[in-house]
């Protein structure tokens, strides 16, 4: 059974920092490009940041770039976001995702930021920024 959990949310001021993880079993964490996405009330999930299996190819959305950075230990099973000068906008709900198929391919989608790519989601953690 795939399991993704994820944790270190919590509640920051205006340009703090949070570091979320996120702890997957039942796939092959090592084969699986490994994406964060966020969901803010009344507004669509989002994906905020991918990384490839290599641990060092990564993208970001354009909101989060140059503040966010994203992460992952093969070893530990474990994908990362470091978030700093946070802003209140970033508020939101941040899931961690996977897909089986692409994980069964070792490649990242190329639309990474749509979430119909991934079948595999965590419960998500949550994140308050106050002004």
Do not use: H
């Not at 993880?21 to 090592?30: D, K, L, M, N, R």
């Not at 970001?60 to 978030?83: C, E, H, P, W």
């Not at 190329?110 to 790519?117: A, D, L, V």
């Amino acid at each position: 059974q795939v399991q993704l959990v994820e944790s270190g949310g919590g509640s920051v001021q205006a340009g703090g920092s949070l570091r979320l993880s996120c702890a997957a079993s039942g796939i092959t964490f090592s084969r699986n490009c490994m994406v964060w996405f966020r969901q803010a009330p009344g507004k669509e999930r989002e994906g905020v940041a991918k990384i490839f299996t290599d641990g060092v190819t990564t993208s970001y959305a354009d909101s989060v770039s140059g503040r966010f950075t994203i992460s992952r230990d093969n070893t530990k099973n474990t994908v990362y976001l470091q978030m700093n000068s946070l802003k209140p906008e970033d508020t939101a709900m941040y899931y961690c995702a996977a897909s089986a198929e692409w994980g069964a391919w070792g490649a990242c989608p190329i639309m990474w930021k749509n979430k119909s790519r991934y079948n595999y989601w965590g419960q998500g953690t949550q994140v308050t920024v106050s002004s």
